[in-house]
T-cell receptor, first 110, second 113 residues
């Protein structure tokens, strides 16, 4: 079964609002990553947080990781219509593989 | 920086026909290469990955196969397509010095009728 499960499955907000997406996983990880996918396109890597980190920022993105709860959140601040996409978490273990979650579809209305 | 090419971009094939999807990479050498399938509105399912020429690991039993004849070429094949093979196929790579992050190609949308 897939390692990551995202919540919510879909999210609709207005421009300027913040968007928060959550990811839960089942077993210990080396790191957790977030990816973005525009409709019909490939995935783009956004940010990576290691298992010994609790929070990381990149521009308008803020990622938190709680290894005790096996969960992560992605916060997009001051959202824009161009942020409309699907967002996936992916967990890395002691292998060359990533395990992707089911994704959150974000719709930002202008 | 690396570039991943996939073709064709879209493909409509009848059930029972063969399949060959190609992924080629530029701008990096000796990458790990991956084939994923994504059903409509769903997450990614890892199908195959390769750490080098001729080295293929299969993740799920299926009627698909993969080959890596060259360092920067990864091919996904089938002898006889099933309806359930429809989906969006994505090729990805990770670089030797940064195995953790994956970079994706534009994808091939396959519809089996």
């Amino acid at each position: 079964s897939q390692q990551g499960e995202e919540d919510p499955q879909a999210l609709s907000i207005q421009e300027g609002e913040n968007a928060t997406m959550n990811c839960s996983y089942k077993t210990s990880i080396n790191n957790l990553q977030w990816y973005r996918q525009n409709s019909g396109r490939g995935l783009v890597h956004l940010i990576l947080i290691r298992s010994n980190e609790r929070e990381k920022h990149s521009g308008r993105l803020r990622v938190t990781l709680d290894t005790s709860k096996k969960s992560s959140s992605l916060l997009i601040t001051a959202s824009r219509a161009a942020d409309t996409a699907s967002y996936f978490c992916a967990t890395a273990h002691n292998t060359d593989k990533l395990i992707f979650g089911t994704g959150t579809r974000l719709q930002v209305f202008p | 920086s690396q570039t991943i090419h996939q073709w064709p971009a879209t493909l409509v094939q009848p059930v029972g026909s063969p399949l060959s999807l190609e992924c080629t990479v530029e701008g990096t050498s000796n990458p790990n290469l991956y084939w994923y399938r994504q059903a409509a509105g769903r997450g990614l399912q890892l199908l195959f990955y390769s750490v080098g020429i001729g080295q293929i690991s299969s993740e799920v039993p299926q009627n698909l196969s993969a080959s890596r004849p060259q360092d920067r070429q990864f091919i996904l094949s089938s002898k006889k397509l099933l309806l359930s093979d429809s989906g969006f196929y994505l090729c990805a790579l990770s670089r030797g010095w940064d195995q953790e992050t994956q970079y994706f190609g534009p994808g091939t949308r396959l519809l089996v009728l």
